[in-house]
């Protein structure tokens, strides 16, 4: 495992002065447009570690977005993508191919659910696989128009900025954004009007009486959703719900794309969070978990739906990379060797428990939610939980300042800017997630 030692230290104020002084070199230097959560500059990390330049280690509940599932310096990811860094760096798979790419299309087709024929295509960001897969979806419907849903979240490129939900920071001042882009409700159970039990049917029913009478559903090439909703706050669609919005589009024709690239490989204890109510869609797209943060993502689906575009239709200079294949052969590996599926239901058990314990002494958190090592709580203003349920931004925004200070990574998220959200490394020892669940619990008794 990674050099890094498995332990929290803290040496100096976060951020401590070297940090501060690149701090003042970044702001001189990189455009502001680029944010960052915790401007500690980092110099080492592994496990559930991040060191930073002043030698303080803080503990990682972020795996930098969901995506060093296996650790920052996992060592098959190290030992494979080293290799091939010393053997090629780079042939563009249009110009020259290699196996790399071809094994992780194998493994793809493998591990994603369904047992039809499936292809993949391999591209850089997540943003990227999204775009790619919109177009395959047009190309093997011959139709335009794109569903997608309330608070979700598909990117920055300017398709996957129509396709995201929140306008602020994504989308502000960015637009004229693409058309044939349509958004429609997804049950929200927590803030679903008749209560959580019935928002799997009646958002269901809502989302596909719009297809039906706003776009038509012969006009609709592509649903896509994420089965458990990233940035818009880790919302898990209420049950009942993806399995009635797959089906329609089956029936219908459309191309139902799950949007895994937060939420897969392994991130919810299972390989894909879709698995969950057994739905199978027709392409997934992949990223973030997928290469253990080397760049990397895909396209997944039906070989025929896959095999639609024109040769020379789909591609790009970088798409699939050797030494980022390499490192998502790593990753897998790592995956499957030490059961990281497991590994993320302990983490989600651990995590309820305790935030579970908490929620009985503050009435700031209004829902604990989340499947496997994906998991947030819900800020509401004090004695609204269980009626107004007024979103609490200052809070999250409180809460996530006080444990950054104590050496605990943490993000937020949300809608709203409410959610708390809590991302470990799957490899996390249970140690140091109980350390930073002492710390997140002293942070709700300090606000
Ligand atoms: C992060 C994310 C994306 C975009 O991925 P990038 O690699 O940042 O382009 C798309 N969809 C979901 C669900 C994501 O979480």
Redesign the pocket.
């Known amino acids: 495992m990674s050099a890094v030692p498995q332990e929290r230290r803290l040496v100096t104020a976060i951020p401590g002065p070297k940090s501060q002084e690149l701090q003042a070199r970044r702001t001189a230097t990189v455009a502001g447009g680029v944010g960052s959560v915790l401007p500690v500059f980092t110099t080492r990390a592994g496990g559930g570690i991040v060191e930073d330049v002043d030698g303080n280690r803080l503990i990682d509940f972020g795996s930098g977005?969901?995506v060093t599932s296996v650790g920052a310096s996992a060592e098959a990811v190290v030992r494979r993508a080293s290799a091939q860094l010393q053997d090629f760096t780079h042939t563009c798979f249009m110009v020259t191919p290699y196996e790399g790419y071809v094994e992780v299309c194998e493994q793809l087709a493998e591990l994603t659910p369904g047992d039809h024929a499936k292809k993949s295509a391999l591209f850089?960001?997540?943003?990227?696989?999204?775009e790619n897969a919109v177009k395959i979806a047009r190309a093997y419907t011959r139709r335009q128009a794109v569903v997608v849903f309330d608070h979700?979240?598909?990117?920055?490129?300017n398709l996957?900025m129509a396709l995201?939900a929140k306008n602020m920071p994504y989308k502000h001042g960015f637009g004229p954004f693409a058309p044939e882009i349509y958004r429609v409700p997804v049950a929200y159970g927590y803030r679903w009007p008749t209560g959580a039990e019935n928002a799997g049917a009646e958002a269901s029913a809502q989302a596909i009486d719009m297809i039906n009478k706003q776009i038509g559903a012969e006009n609709v090439a592509a649903i896509i959703i994420?089965p458990v909703?990233?940035?818009g706050g880790f919302i898990e669609p209420a049950k009942g719900f993806l399995p009635a919005i797959s089906q329609f589009a089956t029936d219908n024709g459309i191309v139902f794309v799950a949007?895994?690239?937060?939420?897969g490989f392994c991130r919810t204890g299972q390989w894909f969070a879709c698995e969950d109510e057994g739905v199978v869609p027709d392409l997934i797209?992949t990223?973030?978990g997928i290469a253990g943060g080397l760049?990397l993502?895909a396209v997944t689906g039906r070989a025929e739906i896959m095999d639609a575009p024109h040769a020379g239709g789909l591609g790009g200079t970088y798409g699939g990379n050797p030494v980022a294949c390499a490192a998502a052969l790593g990753a897998i590996e790592t995956m499957k060797e030490l059961d990281l599926n497991g590994k993320a239901k302990r983490i989600e058990e651990v995590m309820k428990g305790r935030l579970a314990a908490m929620a009985e002494k503050h009435d700031v958190i209004g829902d604990i939610r989340g499947r496997g090592a994906m998991i947030a709580v819900e800020l509401v203003e004090s004695g609204t939980r269980d009626g107004a349920k007024t979103p609490d931004a200052a809070a999250a925004a409180a809460l996530a300042k006080a444990c950054h200070q104590e050496g605990l990574l943490v993000l937020t998220c949300g809608t709203y800017g409410n959610v708390l959200r809590f991302l470990p490394p799957l490899v996390i020892g249970e140690d140091l997630l109980n350390e930073g669940l002492d710390i997140i619990e002293n942070a709700f008794a300090g606000i």
């Not at 850089?124 to 999204?130: D, K, Q, R, Y």
């Not at 949007?259 to 939420?263: G, H």
């Open positions: 977005i969901a850089n960001s997540g943003a990227e696989a999204v979700g979240y598909h990117g920055r490129t996957t995201t994420e909703l990233g940035e949007d895994e690239i937060q939420s797209t990223a973030k760049p993502a």
